[in-house]
């Protein structure tokens, strides 16, 4: 009878133990895009449902552990950029790719709005061979939209090291919400981008703009 009994129990314990154990964490993907001012990108892509985590940073060039000072006075071919967290279970990169189209200017290639120069190019760094199939798919398909009657310059890159910026960087919008805010109005932002893609403007971002 004893027997029986421990029998039991420890047929049990397998049972017990898999209800102890935590779920598995959603599935996490990864996606770089630099679209001009880090502070903004990072801004506008806080607002989508599905979005985990952003960090604004600086990827694609030769120095190494770059900074803030070293990227924005040009020479180390980096550009400044967003690292994207995302669930792809509840927003796909296409809808990402979307998004990140239709919040820059794709069609200047010597930098975005009020900031010239290298560092501030736009670029989709593909961060899976993936990713690069469906983004090369994404400019083409735009392209062949119609939506702007200008050439679309954005280039699509394997994406490379990224490098956090410094601390006061991150989440600067909600750090120094006026300050940002002055900024992104006299720099044009907004404007442009409804200059460029009139009522298709930041097509998959939450909020006015």
């Not at 501030?120 to 400019?139: D, M, N």
């Amino acid at each position: 009878m004893i027997a029986r009994k421990a029998a039991k129990a420890l047929a049990v314990l397998p049972l017990l133990y898999a209800v102890s154990l935590p779920a598995h964490a959603a599935k996490t993907e990864t996606a770089i895009f630099a679209g001009g001012c880090f502070w903004c990108i990072e801004s506008d892509f806080d607002k989508i449902d599905g979005v985990l985590e952003t960090t604004s940073g600086y990827t694609g060039g030769r120095t190494e552990n770059p900074t803030y000072k070293q990227v924005s006075a040009g020479g180390t071919g980096h550009i400044e950029a967003l690292e994207v967290k995302y669930d792809p279970a509840k927003v796909s990169y296409e809808e990402l790719l979307t998004a990140f189209w239709h919040s820059v200017d794709p069609t200047d290639a010597g930098g975005q709005f009020c900031d010239r120069g290298e560092s501030y190019q736009t670029t989709i760094f593909a961060t899976s061979p993936a990713q690069l199939k469906r983004a090369k798919a994404s400019k083409k398909a735009l392209e062949k939209s119609g939506e702007t009657n200008r050439p679309i310059v954005t280039p699509i890159r394997t994406a490379s090291t990224f490098y956090d910026a410094e601390d006061y960087h991150q989440n600067y919008y909600e750090k120094n919400p006026i300050r940002y805010k002055y900024y992104r109005y006299r720099c044009g932002r907004d404007q442009r981008v409804k200059e460029v893609w009139g009522p298709n403007a930041y097509k998959g971002i939450p909020g006015e703009h």
